[in-house]
């Protein structure tokens, strides 16, 4: 198992979320909407290339939509194995955040 | 109102995102924009987004493009790279020929430096220091006096040793045998660590004067004069008429100090005479466990200024004037144990001088014209690739993959570049060096050692970088669109751009940079060698020997050497002798001078100081070698007395320092760089003509003359000017000298114009050299020159066929296309030449010789003439061929 950057996990989760509509501009809105962390199109984009190559998503081009110069998306997808690290991944963070929740809120509270 | 991207964010999108994900990225940022949009945020908004997103894109694609992992180099790529050598047979060979001069010539500097600044065997953390002086930027080497002194007070040496150099005279049953040996004392092998391969090594004892003579002698030696006999312990051997026993033969490793085959106990019958007095010697020692050389430094070094601080007070209480071989700016130093046999004008070594810098440039400029043309070659053929490349990107491969295709490609090629430089310079190195006659200390290797391997490879780097990496930058540098247009109008007018008309400049600057260079050289070459019409002496007819008396009083010393001088006079074969501290032809110490500006009528035409070379000569010096004074008087008896300060220039230093003015009468003194203090004024009483202050530019240097005494120096040089072979004599001074005095030694007998051969031989070594290098290095810029202009003549077939149908007139086709060639090579011949004329000028010296600037003017003519044949030839020869061509022909072939 590989390990995962923050990017690259709100990526991974936005392009399970978005399942066949997970092109970079969908990403891109689907991170900020949820997490509020906006994120440059390029970042997204060289993350992605990062991913292909470990073989974690799987990209195909478009067919060219109505838009300037009739540039096409690209739209990613997860692979089994890039399914299995973002569990592996998710299980880990979770594991280690078990009942630290409540002590983290308490110290929260302190610094208000 | 429907709110608008921005334009600046869109420009630098376009600008930046590169690659083969670019139009997706683009694709994304104007979803985004739309998606804000949608959105309903105020237009304002919107755009500052689009902005923001838009450079933060641009700046991720970038930092995307230069990390590391994007580089990961594959066996596919060694694979390409040797089937690219396959398949371009030609320029991978003119390549790697090319880089394979290059490379060693690039390394040599450094790879001296290493060979030179090494320990001694045995010594691998350089715990062997040498004790010496330094004065001004000249060595000195430690006295008697010195080394008593350093025996008794340095704390930071577990053990010193002294040695000087002497040239022992065999007589080997009647015939004489001149061996290289020194004097030394028995601690020297302690501190070395090596026994006797037979016998023993000397010991303390042997010291003693009265105690039997002794000697160990070197394998070699053993060998080749005594047959390897294995009872040569004990046996009887002559030295210079003197009866000596043989108890020891040294293993074959051991030479010290430098290539030393015969090893005497080192005797001084006095050295009560306290620091800076007796006989030179060269002293060195083992640090103390736990002294760092900084801490034995500073130790010498406040001993030495206690010793200056008694001897000033001393010398003002007595009313004595400033003597030169006092402590007067000396500067103690212990430094490592290569400063034994080499003497640079730094304490740091070669590393610490200004001019090995200098050099390392110079040597590196090769390489680096090498590398220049080979990548125009590269781009040549790289552009004939344009189309893989656009193949390549369409299939989803990065920028960063070419290019590192690429970069590896061209390693490969640079690697058995570097592979065959550093064959050519371990073979080279050590082949050259004898063939000069130059023998090095016995601890040098000239061999490979892995900081030149290392450094090989760097280079090697830096090479598949200049000449492959940056010609596929300027082929890789668009989208996918541009490429694949590219690719395809490849075929018909394409141009190299301004990449290669930069590179084109560069090459023929630094070509014409290398040919005046070398011709510079050549010129310095013909203005250097000597002949009696050159400075007047009879180099050829005068012996110069190396007067020592081992004594620190100074009658002995003077009534020996005016025995001495005496003695040879009475030779029939000897016209005339006479001594001083340094001959014509050799190099004179450099001093910086003062010249006094408060004198009346002061013209000076430069404002000093000014760097002059000195020596101090016996009053009759002029005489004895027939150099008859300019103006003003020799030196006589007057000048010797304390109160005379008096002082001989030569010709350029008068002509420099007072110009067109009587300089008789003038008065110039000794001064220095840093804030110690001036010497006396000194009165100048006389000119003289050229006599050969420095030995490679004998007749151009400033050059004085101080007034020395018998006795005021020990050693001194003498000249004995014969009739006939002087080298013939050089026997009877050694005899006469034993009967003036068994202790004085006479070492170095040379006829003087043989001192000098020898650095001229190395002068013009060096020179044919540089000529080959310059001659490899033009026939490759050339071809270089050649093959892009040809090319870039021949993408314009189409439009010179549309041209022609058009019905413009050949020969303002064949103008315009030479203009181009023209303005390239005006350009750099331009760039090139007040480089070539400073570089010579400036750091060859080459100043007040007419064959000198001729040789430069001479050479960059030759260098541009060839250039410009290059160029006409590679724009013509395809310019006729499509003229030549239909021009219906020409455009359904293109299109």
């Given at each position: 198992?590989?390990h995962?950057?923050e990017?690259?996990?709100l990526?991974?989760?936005?392009?399970?979320?978005l399942g066949?509509?997970?092109?970079g501009g969908?990403?891109?809105?689907?991170?900020?909407g949820?997490s509020?962390r906006?994120v440059?199109?390029g970042a997204i984009?060289?993350?992605?290339?990062?991913?292909a190559?470990r073989r974690?998503v799987v990209?195909r081009?478009?067919?060219?939509?109505?838009g300037r110069?009739?540039?096409?998306?690209?739209?990613?997808?997860?692979?089994?194995?890039?399914a299995?690290?973002?569990?592996?991944?998710y299980?880990?963070?979770r594991s280690?955040?078990?009942?630290v929740?409540?002590?983290l809120?308490?110290?929260?509270?302190?610094?208000? | 109102?429907?709110?608008?991207?921005s334009?600046?964010?869109?420009l630098?999108a376009?600008?930046f995102?590169?690659?083969?994900?670019?139009?997706?990225?683009?694709?994304?940022?104007?979803?985004?924009f739309?998606?804000d949009?949608?959105r309903?945020?105020a237009?304002?908004e919107?755009r500052?987004?689009?902005l923001?997103?838009?450079?933060?894109?641009a700046?991720s694609v970038w930092?995307?493009?230069?990390?590391l992992?994007?580089?990961?180099?594959?066996?596919?790529?060694v694979?390409?790279?040797?089937?690219?050598i396959v398949r371009t047979?030609?320029?991978?060979?003119?390549a790697?020929?090319a880089?394979?001069?290059?490379?060693?010539?690039g390394?040599?500097?450094?790879?001296a430096?290493?060979?030179?600044?090494?320990?001694?065997?045995?010594?691998p953390d350089g715990?062997i220091?040498?004790?010496?002086y330094?004065r001004?930027?000249v060595h000195e080497?430690?006295?008697?006096?010195?080394?008593?002194l350093?025996?008794?007070?340095?704390?930071?040496?577990?053990a010193?040793?002294?040695?000087r150099?002497?040239?022992v005279n065999?007589?080997?049953?009647?015939a004489?045998l001149?061996v290289?040996g020194?004097?030394t004392?028995?601690?020297?092998?302690?501190?070395l660590r090596t026994p006797a391969?037979l016998g023993r090594?000397l010991?303390?004892d042997d010291?003693r004067?009265g105690?039997?003579g002794?000697v160990v002698i070197g394998?070699d030696?053993?060998?080749?004069?005594f047959?390897g006999?294995p009872?040569?312990?004990?046996?009887?051997?002559l030295?210079?008429?003197?009866?000596?026993s043989?108890?020891?033969?040294?293993p074959?490793?051991?030479?010290?100090?430098?290539s030393?085959?015969?090893w005497l106990?080192?005797r001084?019958?006095?050295?009560?005479g306290?620091?800076r007095?007796g006989a030179?010697l060269?002293v060195f020692?083992?640090?103390?466990?736990?002294?760092?050389?900084d801490?034995?430094?500073?130790?010498?070094?406040?001993?030495t200024?206690?010793?200056?601080?008694?001897?000033l007070?001393?010398?003002?209480?007595?009313?004595?004037?400033?003597?030169?071989?006092?402590?007067?700016r000396l500067r103690a130093?212990?430094?490592?144990a290569w400063?034994?046999s080499?003497?640079?004008?730094?304490?740091?070594g070669?590393?610490a001088?200004?001019?090995f810098?200098l050099?390392?440039?110079?040597?590196?400029?090769?390489l680096f014209?090498?590398?220049?043309?080979?990548?125009l070659?590269?781009?040549?053929?790289?552009?004939t690739?344009?189309s893989?490349?656009a193949?390549?990107?369409?299939l989803?491969?990065g920028?960063?993959r070419?290019?590192?295709?690429v970069?590896?490609?061209?390693?490969?090629?640079a690697?058995?570049?570097?592979?065959a430089?550093?064959?050519?310079?371990?073979?080279?190195s050590?082949?050259l060096l004898?063939?000069?006659?130059?023998t090095?200390?016995?601890?040098?290797?000239t061999?490979?050692n892995?900081?030149?391997?290392?450094?090989?490879?760097?280079l090697?780097?830096?090479?598949a970088?200049?000449?492959?990496v940056?010609p596929?930058?300027?082929?890789?540098?668009r989208?996918?669109?541009?490429?694949?247009?590219?690719?395809?109008?490849?075929?018909s007018?394409?141009?190299?751009g301004?990449?290669?008309s930069?590179l084109?400049?560069?090459?023929?600057?630094v070509?014409?940079?290398?040919i005046?260079?070398a011709?510079?050289l050549?010129?310095?070459?013909?203005?250097t060698?000597?002949?009696?019409?050159?400075?007047?002496?009879r180099?050829?007819?005068?012996?110069?020997?190396t007067?020592d008396?081992?004594s620190s009083q100074?009658?002995?010393?003077?009534r020996?050497?005016?025995?001495?001088v005496?003695?040879l006079?009475g030779?029939?074969?000897?016209?005339?002798?006479?001594?001083?501290?340094a001959?014509?032809?050799?190099?004179?110490p450099?001093r910086?001078?003062?010249v006094?500006?408060?004198?009346?009528?002061?013209?000076?035409?430069?404002?000093?100081?000014?760097?002059?070379?000195?020596a101090?000569i016996?009053?009759?010096?002029?005489d004895?070698?027939?150099?008859?004074?300019?103006?003003?008087?020799?030196?006589?008896s007057r000048?010797?007395?304390?109160?005379?300060?008096?002082?001989?220039?030569?010709?350029?230093f008068?002509?420099r320092?007072?110009g067109s003015?009587?300089?008789?009468?003038?008065r110039?003194?000794?001064?220095?760089?840093?804030?110690?203090?001036d010497?006396?004024?000194?009165?100048?009483?006389?000119?003289?003509?050229?006599?050969g202050?420095?030995a490679?530019t004998?007749?151009?240097?400033?050059?004085?003359y101080?007034?020395?005494?018998?006795g005021?120096?020990?050693?001194?040089r003498l000249?004995?000017?014969v009739?006939?072979d002087?080298a013939?004599?050089?026997?009877?001074?050694?005899?006469?000298?034993?009967?003036?005095?068994?202790?004085?030694r006479?070492?170095?007998?040379?006829p003087?114009?043989?001192?000098f051969?020898?650095?001229?031989?190395l002068l013009r070594?060096?020179?044919?050299?540089a000529a080959l290098l310059?001659?490899?290095?033009?026939?490759l810029?050339?071809?270089?020159?050649y093959?892009?202009?040809?090319?870039v003549?021949?993408?314009?077939?189409r439009?010179?066929g549309?041209?022609?149908?058009?019905?413009?007139?050949?020969?303002?086709i064949a103008r315009?296309?030479?203009?181009?060639a023209?303005?390239?090579i005006?350009a750099?011949v331009?760039?090139?030449?007040?480089?070539?004329?400073?570089?010579?000028?400036?750091?060859?010296?080459?100043?007040?010789?007419?064959?000198?600037p001729?040789a430069?003017?001479m050479?960059?003519?030759?260098?541009?003439?060839v250039?410009?044949?290059?160029?006409?030839?590679a724009?013509?020869?395809?310019t006729l061929?499509?003229?030549?061509?239909a021009?219906?022909d020409?455009?359904r072939?293109?299109?």
């Open positions: 198992m590989g995962l950057g990017l690259e996990q990526i991974l989760f936005a392009v399970t979320a066949d509509n997970a092109y969908a990403i891109r809105a689907h991170i900020e949820r509020g906006i440059s199109s984009n060289t993350t992605l290339g990062r991913l190559e974690l990209g081009v478009g067919t060219p939509v109505p110069a009739g540039r096409p998306r690209k739209y990613y997808a997860l692979t089994p194995a890039g299995r690290d973002l569990k592996a991944s299980t880990t963070i280690m955040a078990g009942g929740l409540q002590r809120a308490a110290l929260a509270e302190q610094g208000k | 109102m429907t709110p608008r991207r334009r600046i964010g869109r630098l376009a600008l995102i590169r690659g083969a994900e670019a139009p997706f990225i683009l694709r994304d940022l104007e979803d985004s739309n998606h949009v949608s309903g945020l237009p304002a919107v500052r987004r689009d923001r997103n838009s450079l933060a894109s700046g930092a995307e493009s230069l990390r992992s994007a580089w990961r180099p594959s066996l596919v790529d694979r390409l790279g040797l089937r690219t047979p030609w320029l991978s060979f003119v790697v020929c880089l394979a001069i290059g490379i060693p010539v390394l040599a500097p450094m790879h430096v290493d060979a030179l600044e090494r320990p001694l065997p045995g010594d715990r220091r040498t004790l010496c330094w001004d930027t080497h430690a006295t008697a006096g010195d080394y008593a350093w025996r008794t007070s340095l704390r930071s040496f577990g010193l040793a002294a040695y150099p002497t040239t065999l007589d080997m049953g009647g004489g001149s290289p020194i004097e004392t028995a601690s020297t092998f302690g501190i391969m090594v010991r303390d010291e004067s105690a039997p002794v394998h030696l053993w060998r080749a004069q047959g006999d009872d040569i312990v004990g046996r009887p051997l030295i210079s008429g003197v009866p000596f043989v108890v020891g033969v040294m074959p490793a051991f030479r010290f100090p430098t030393h085959q015969l106990p080192l001084m019958p006095d050295d009560g306290g620091p007095s030179t060269v020692g083992k640090l103390s466990d736990g002294v760092t050389p801490s034995a430094q500073a130790e010498l070094q406040t001993l200024s206690s010793l200056a601080a008694g001897d007070s001393r010398r003002s209480s007595d009313g004595e004037k400033a003597d030169p071989d006092s402590f007067h130093a212990v430094l490592p400063h034994l080499f003497y640079f004008p730094s304490p740091g070669l590393r001088l200004p001019e810098s050099v390392q440039v110079l040597m590196l400029a090769p014209v090498a590398c220049v043309n080979v990548g070659l590269i781009l040549a053929q790289t552009s690739r344009a893989e490349f193949l390549r990107t369409a989803g491969a920028r960063g070419i290019l590192t295709q970069f590896v490609e061209f390693m490969v090629l690697v058995m570049a570097a592979g430089g550093l064959l050519i310079l371990d073979w080279f050590g082949r004898t063939a000069l006659g130059i090095l200390p016995y601890w040098i290797d061999g490979l892995a900081a030149t391997v290392v450094r090989g490879l760097v090697a780097a830096g090479c970088v200049i000449a492959g940056v596929a930058i300027r082929m890789t540098g989208s996918i669109d541009a490429n694949i247009k590219r690719a395809r109008a490849s075929r007018g394409n141009r190299l301004g990449l290669s930069a084109i400049v560069i090459d023929v600057a070509a014409v940079v290398a005046g260079v011709g510079g050549w010129g310095k070459v013909l203005a060698k000597p002949s009696v019409t050159s400075d007047g002496i180099s050829e007819e005068i012996l110069s020997v007067l008396v081992p100074r009658q002995h010393v003077a020996a050497q005016a025995a001495l005496e003695r006079r030779e029939p074969d000897v016209r005339a002798v006479t001594f001083a501290t001959l014509p032809r050799m190099d004179h450099v910086l001078m003062d006094d500006r408060d004198a009346a009528a002061v013209a000076a035409p430069a404002a000093g100081p000014f760097k002059v070379r000195t101090r016996a009053i009759d010096f002029f004895e070698l027939a150099q008859p004074l300019v103006a003003g008087r020799g030196f006589d000048d010797l007395k304390e109160d005379a300060d008096t002082i001989i220039v030569n010709t350029t008068a002509q320092a007072f003015t009587n300089p008789i009468g003038r110039v003194r000794q001064t220095t760089s840093d804030r110690a203090p010497g006396p004024w000194l009165e100048i009483v006389g000119v003289v003509g050229h006599m202050v420095h490679l004998p007749s151009q240097d400033d050059g004085v101080l007034p020395l005494a018998e005021d120096v020990n050693p001194v000249a004995i000017w009739r006939g002087p013939v004599l050089a026997p009877r001074v050694h005899e006469l000298a034993r009967a003036v005095d068994p202790t004085a006479i070492a170095m007998p040379i003087l114009d043989e001192m051969e020898g650095d001229w031989y070594a060096f020179v044919v050299g310059v001659g490899v290095l033009l026939s810029a050339a071809s270089a020159l093959a892009i202009l040809s090319l003549v021949s993408q314009r077939t439009e010179i549309i041209r022609v149908a058009l019905g413009a007139n050949q020969w303002a315009d296309v030479a203009r181009r023209v303005v390239q005006g750099g331009l760039l090139g030449l007040p480089f070539a004329g400073a570089l010579c000028y400036e750091f060859l010296e080459l100043t007040g010789s007419g064959s000198v001729g430069v003017a050479a960059s003519v030759l260098g541009v003439s250039m410009l044949l290059v160029s006409v030839t724009c013509t020869v395809p061929r499509a003229l030549r061509i021009p219906m020409a455009l072939k293109e299109g």
